[in-house]
């Protein structure tokens, strides 16, 4: 209760509201997702939580405006800057959208995340650079997607290597809640990781 979530690809919201409701009135969610559909939806899921700030913005390493390419209703996973489509046979409709930097996003709010959830299909790594402060100074966990196998795997490892530098350990969680130490793999078709800072894992 009281904790600060930061929810990178928030979808529509689920996360999002799962963490409404674990940190309670006194913490605070704000959620990030670049496509406009899914924001809507996002939207309409956590209008009557006072406790949810929501950005219709993808995340990166530093503000810009980018092309991003939507899929459309149902293809949510492909949603991406970073994704050049070669996995999914259908029309995109290619959008402008501005970045946010969570450096600077939780500077100017004076925000402490305590938890930051990262799940950018394909672009956490690029995220990760524009929260190195973060990471140094408030030492948030994070929860971090590895996935696309071979066609993500560069981004899977130095977004890995990115966290282990900055003294974090990986932990896996297994279907009935328990969590453990994970050993690092080449390749990972899908899974979620929890890198928790060394000096917090005394509470395991």
């Given amino acids: 209760k009281g904790d600060t979530v930061l929810d990178v690809g928030a979808h529509v919201g689920f996360y999002s509201m799962l963490s409404s ?4 009135e006194n913490g605070a969610v704000h959620s990030f997702e670049p ?8 939207k309409q899921n956590t209008n009557k939580l006072s406790n949810v700030t929501l950005n219709n913005n993808a995340v990166s390493s530093q503000k810009e405006k980018i092309s991003f390419k ?8 492909y949603n991406t800057a970073h994704n050049d489509g070669s996995t999914l046979k259908k029309k995109f409709k290619t959008i402008v959208i501005e970045t946010i930097v969570l450096d600077d996003y939780c500077k100017e709010r004076k925000i402490r995340p305590d938890f930051v959830k990262l799940d950018a299909e394909g672009y956490e790594y690029v995220i990760l650079q524009g929260m190195k402060s973060l990471l ?5 966990i994070v929860a971090l997607e590895v996935a696309g196998g071979d066609e993500w795997s560069d981004n899977c490892k130095k977004s890995i290597d990115l966290l282990l530098s900055k003294k974090y350990k990986p932990y896996e969680m297994s279907l009935d809640g328990f969590i453990s130490p994970h050993i690092i793999k080449e390749n990972y078709d ?3 990781l929890l890198f928790i800072p ?7």
């Fill in 21 to 24: 409701e674990l940190v309670g």
């Fill in 35 to 42: 496509t406009r559909w899914t924001y809507e939806i996002l």
């Fill in 70 to 77: 939507d899929y459309g209703p149902g293809y949510g996973a």
């Fill in 136 to 140: 140094d100074e408030v030492r948030p």
């Fill in 190 to 192: 899908y899974d979620n």
């Fill in 198 to 204: 060394e000096e917090k894992n005394i509470f395991l």
